[in-house]
T-cell receptor
Framework: QKEVEQDPGPLSVPEGAIVSLNCTYS??????FMWYRQYSRKGPELLMY????GNKEDGRFTAQVDKSSKYISLFIRDSQPSDSATYLC??????????FGKGTRLSVIA | EADIYQTPRYLVIGTGKKITLECSQT?????MYWYQQDPGMELHLIHY???????EKGDLSSESTVSRIRTEHFPLTLESARPSHTSQYLC???????????FGNGTRLTVT
């Protein structure tokens, strides 16, 4: 089992929809969780960084962590065509580099 | 604006050539990384460094080598390029601890 599992999609939604992107992780010792957004032909950029269980909100984006079920989510409200990108979840694994999910490709259709 | 710079942005080169992909960061980060990513596919860690004169191999077996002589510079070298090396190479850096990574915009390599 991979340390971080993420459904690669692709996911296609109409403009204005609420989008839910999800990852599961296997190691209960993981404490920090990140969401990155990657546009085509660009490097990933940090979108959200959370530590504890619960929700963290930033504009239209909400990151949610449920440590009891080892489940992390990213919600996008009022989705826009400019949100079309690949979204990657990631978590530090002790002293080793970040463990990334495979990424979910999202298309928001105008 | 990215504080981590990769050059060249695009490179097309023939089989057997030696190439070096450059990566520099101006943030004074101790940790630097190289990832390989095929289009639409996941990131694969190929090399990382936690400081000057420190380098480690990542999860993906790679025929490339790296060096870390200066904090800000982490070049990746392919001694003899092959078509199987065709991919996007992403460099990243982070401060110590569990901080997020900052990525460059990548070098897209094509080996003919």
């Amino acid at each position: 089992q991979k340390e971080v599992e993420q459904d690669p999609g692709p996911l296609s939604v109409p403009e204005g929809a609420i989008v839910s992107l999800n990852c599961t992780y296997s190691n209960s010792a993981f404490q920090y969780f990140m969401w990155y957004r990657q546009y085509s032909r660009k490097g990933p950029e940090l979108l959200m960084y959370t530590y504890s269980s619960g929700n963290k909100e930033d504009g239209r984006f909400t990151a949610q962590v449920d440590k009891s079920s080892k489940y992390i989510s990213l919600f996008i409200r009022d989705s826009q065509p400019s949100d079309s990108a690949t979204y990657l979840c990631a978590t530090p694994s002790g002293n080793t580099p970040l463990v990334f999910g495979k990424g979910t490709r999202l298309s928001v259709i105008a | 604006e990215a504080d981590i710079y990769q050059t060249p942005r695009y490179l097309v080169i023939g089989t057997g050539k030696k190439i070096t992909l450059e990566c520099s960061q101006t943030m004074g980060h101790d940790k630097m990384y190289w990832y390989q990513q095929d289009p639409g596919m996941e990131l694969h860690l190929i090399h990382y460094s936690y400081g000057v004169n420190s380098t480690e191999k990542g999860d993906l077996s790679s025929e490339s080598t790296v060096s870390r002589i200066r904090t800000e510079h982490f070049p990746l070298t392919l001694e003899s390029a092959r078509p199987s090396h065709t991919s996007q190479y992403l460099c990243a850096s982070s401060p110590s601890g569990d901080s997020p990574l900052h990525f460059g915009n990548g070098t897209r390599l094509t080996v003919t």
